[in-house]
């Protein structure tokens, strides 16, 4: 499997950190293969013994599966029933296991201790932002026992809040590569951003807890019946591309049979919610607007998640409520829409709950070289474009992640709310890069009109004061036109291109003054200047 060049660069700048420092992290966004990355840094440190750390079964599953297609070597599960053989000739090259199976056990009979640090010389940990619990760095502490270990986390976007704890177990950041970066660069699709204004929603007496919104209070607003029919209404429509408000004019005992005779084929779609009975509450009423829709959670028995997942990924099933399973380790690239009907204060989760539709279709970009065809070749696809709808309500103090605040690395926090602000407006999609392009382009613009105002002000006043010092010195009657000279060939015109007349551009070059050195209202200034100090002159002349 032939890397990608970020993805080589990311292979290469981590190896070289390993020279000089025992541990290092790469971010990789959702969707850009962040797997396939530490994969081949497996396959480049062999023989040393790779121990690969997951949180769940999903990332375990799909890691053994990534790493083996890869590399090529044997690998072994250390999870729930699933024993890897220990010792450096009896064991696999890579172990993957889960976090909570490494920690099982008494303190004096964990489950890590079946393996001695010195069989390992790399230790991975997937989703590396999970890795400041305390249970993490438990077991990583216990394979850095050996001195010569190299540990590796890989995350799709540390939060803010994790920078520093992170800071901790990671010495240094070998590469950065976000859905911003990837989008730009033709590997991830466009995002369609929508704001769904919700009345009845209010977040603002909600407390926040570990830096998000409290999940308790959070449920009790979501599971309200008034605040999930809006949604789910809101999220049909976008499943059926239909305009917002279409089902508004339906009875809904009749939504059913009006989406059925649409004939289109439902835009594949993952409700993320904040409780079970939030999930399950979404599947019912989906129910009785369409087939093909189920719920999941955590509870849900792994066979029959498997099932659940399967119908997705074959069209059987349009749509998937879920609590919890799906922000990570989850791949389906036909996923086209995401309903996010839980608000987060956190722009790790969030990133990651958008990062399960940017994915482009199956073997549509590898193997074209530039950026400019990628994203041509997106653009004529099935899948042109992801769509995110967020719902909008009381926020109160709470500052609320949208795609504007994932997107906007490049442009000023100003042009974030502004293109906040116009989406909400709009209520309608918008290209949310192009939207932030436009607010940060207007934003520079504004400001470049205030400098230019501010130079020309600076400009008036150093212009009168040159007059004025200029007035005193010479006796001109600007209305004697026998003083007044022709141009003599001079540029009568001024910087914005309008011409002066003789007389005009006589009486500002009698004062030092260029005329094609300011703006004809400018020069209209400064003649009035001369012409009033003129008078003044000749009305003390009089008097005395």
């Known amino acids: 499997m032939n890397l990608r060049p970020y993805q080589q660069e990311a292979h290469d700048k981590i190896l070289d950190e390993f020279k000089t420092k025992g541990s290092t992290l790469y971010v990789a966004g959702t969707g850009t293969g962040k797997t396939v990355i530490f994969a081949h840094v497996i396959k480049s440190m062999q023989p040393k013994r790779a121990m690969v750390l997951a949180n769940r079964d999903e990332l375990i599953l799909q890691a053994r599966e990534k790493i083996s297609a890869v590399t090529g070597l044997s690998i072994e599960i250390e999870k729930a029933d699933l024993y890897a053989n220990t010792g450096l000739f009896n064991g696999m ?124 209070q959070l449920a009790a607003v979501m599971e309200r019946e008034e605040n999930m029919q809006q949604i789910c209404q809101a999220t049909l429509e976008a499943v059926h591309a239909l305009t917002p408000q279409t089902l508004s004019s339906v009875p809904v005992p009749e939504w059913k049979s009006y989406l059925s005779a649409l004939k289109v084929i439902p835009r594949r779609t993952i409700i993320f919610t904040v409780s079970v009975a939030q999930a399950e509450m979404a599947a019912n009423i989906f129910s009785r607007a369409m087939d093909g829709v189920e719920w999941i959670c955590g509870k849900t028995p792994r066979i029959a998640r498997r099932e659940i997942l399967d119908r997705f990924q074959n069209g059987e099933t349009h749509v998937v409520a879920n609590c919890g399973v799906l922000t990570t380790g989850f791949d389906n690239p036909f996923v086209e829409l995401i309903s996010i009907a839980r608000a987060t204060k956190s722009r790790a989760l969030y990133t990651q709950i958008i990062g399960r539709s940017t994915r482009p279709l199956p073997g549509l970009v590898d193997g074209i070289s530039t950026a400019e ?15 995110i709808l967020d719902f909008v309500g009381n926020s109160g103090k709470h500052k609320l992640i949208t795609c504007a605040d994932v997107l906007g690395g490049k442009v000023s926090e100003e042009a974030i709310q502004d293109a906040k602000e116009k989406a909400i407006e709009d209520g309608k999609p918008v290209r949310m890069l192009v939207t932030l392009t436009n607010a940060q382009a207007e934003i520079e613009k504004k400001q470049r009109e205030a400098a230019d105002r501010v130079r020309m002000e600076i400009e008036v006043r150093k212009n009168h004061l040159l007059a004025k010092s200029t007035f005193h010195l010479q006796n001109v009657n600007p209305f004697n036109n026998g003083d007044v000279m022709k141009s003599n060939g001079h540029n009568r015109k001024s910087r914005d291109g309008r011409a002066f007349s003789d007389k005009q551009d006589w009486i500002l070059r009698r004062n030092g003054i260029d005329p094609s050195r300011v703006d004809y209202r400018q020069g209209q200034a400064i003649i009035g200047k001369s012409v009033a100090e003129w008078n003044m002159k000749k009305k003390q002349r009089r008097a005395a």
């Open 93 to 216: 090259p890579v172990v993957v296991s889960s976090i909570q199976t490494q920690i099982s056990g008494p303190k004096d009979k964990r489950r890590y201790l079946r393996f001695k640090p010195h069989e390992f010389g790399l230790v991975i940990c997937d989703e590396a932002h999970m890795s400041t619990a305390p249970s993490w760095r438990e077991v990583i502490a216990h394979y850095r026992q050996n001195s010569d270990l190299k540990v590796l986390g890989c995350t799709a976007t540390p939060d803010r809040a994790d920078e520093q704890a992170l800071g901790q177990i990671y010495e240094s950041v070998a590469f950065e590569y976000g859905i911003l970066d990837a989008i730009q660069d033709g590997w991830l699709v466009d995002i369609t951003q929508q704001y769904v204004s919700v009345g009845s929603l209010d977040y603002s007496h909600i407390t926040t807890t570990a830096g998000d919104l409290n999940e308790g």
């Open 373 to 387: 065809g990628r994203r041509a070749a997106i653009a004529a696809s099935a899948k042109p474009y992801c769509r």
